[in-house]
């Protein structure tokens, strides 16, 4: 079975410019979690998703950030006139619901460089 | 020994050895606990989980125990390997709630 899969792996931009992350969750899962991390430090919670809805963004930037999951396709993390300090790793998860006792299964990130 | 860096605690331990680390978790509702490990370049990777009608659960290696009196976690490591050199973090949840990562011990794993 393959896993969580992000596209790209890495992910090179000039300031101003808009980047697409990609988050294919495993075969089955149905929510997906976005999270950002930076260098030594843990990970921030940003969106939570299922197919064509948004559950929880309490963790998503106010501006410049927006996420989605069609009924078809992987699901996108948006970033509108990237600035440095949107350098970073993004990870995404996915999980088959959200009862108690279902782990979360992690890709392997998409790390951002603003230039 | 264990030494607090610029940002992510360090616990350093011969090839070989037990590691402990540990967690203080802060909702006295979270009922579901995971360890995740994450190597450099990769993504957290699930090593065991444990629910809050328990007090100890073993893996292959890996023992996680939960003392719910003081919102502690801890995740011991039998006989210490150099593959187990990584940063791992402990998460809580409760029904319904989006998971709340720990900021991360980096376990080093020494010849």
């Known amino acids: 079975n393959a896993g969580v899969m992000q596209n790209p792996r890495h992910l090179v931009r000039r300031r101003g410019q808009e980047a697409r992350l990609r988050c294919s969750p495993m075969k089955g899962h149905s929510h997906v979690y976005w999270y950002r991390q930076l260098p030594e430090e843990g990970l921030k919670f940003m969106v939570y998703?299922?197919?064509?809805?948004?559950?929880?963004e309490s963790g998503m930037p106010k501006e410049r950030f927006s996420a989605e999951f069609p009924k078809e396709g992987p699901s996108i993390l948006r970033i509108q006139q990237v600035v440095r300090g949107d350098s970073a790793a993004y990870f995404c998860?996915?999980?088959?619901?959200?009862?108690?006792?279902?782990?979360?299964?992690f890709g392997d990130g998409t790390r951002l460089s603003i230039l | 020994g264990e030494s607090v860096g610029l940002h992510l605690p360090t616990l350093s331990v011969q090839e070989g050895d037990n590691s402990i680390i540990n967690c203080a978790y802060s909702?006295?509702?979270?009922?579901?606990f995971i360890w995740y490990k994450q190597e450099s370049g990769k993504g957290p990777q699930f090593i065991i989980d444990?629910?809050?009608?328990?007090d100890k659960r073993q893996g292959q290696r890996v023992t996680v125990l939960l003392n719910k009196t003081v919102k502690h976690l801890s995740l011991q490591i039998a006989a210490t390997q150099p593959g187990d050199s990584a940063v791992y973090f402990c998460?809580?949840?409760?029904?319904?709630?989006?998971?709340?990562f720990g900021p991360g011990t980096r376990l080093s794993v020494l010849p």
């Open positions: 909702n006295s509702a979270s009922d579901y």
């Open positions: 998460a809580e949840t409760s029904y319904g709630q989006n998971f709340v």
């Open positions: 998860a996915s999980s088959p619901r959200t009862d108690v006792g279902q782990p979360q299964h």
């Open positions: 998703l299922q197919k064509e809805n948004i559950i929880d």
């Open positions: 444990i629910r809050s009608n328990m």
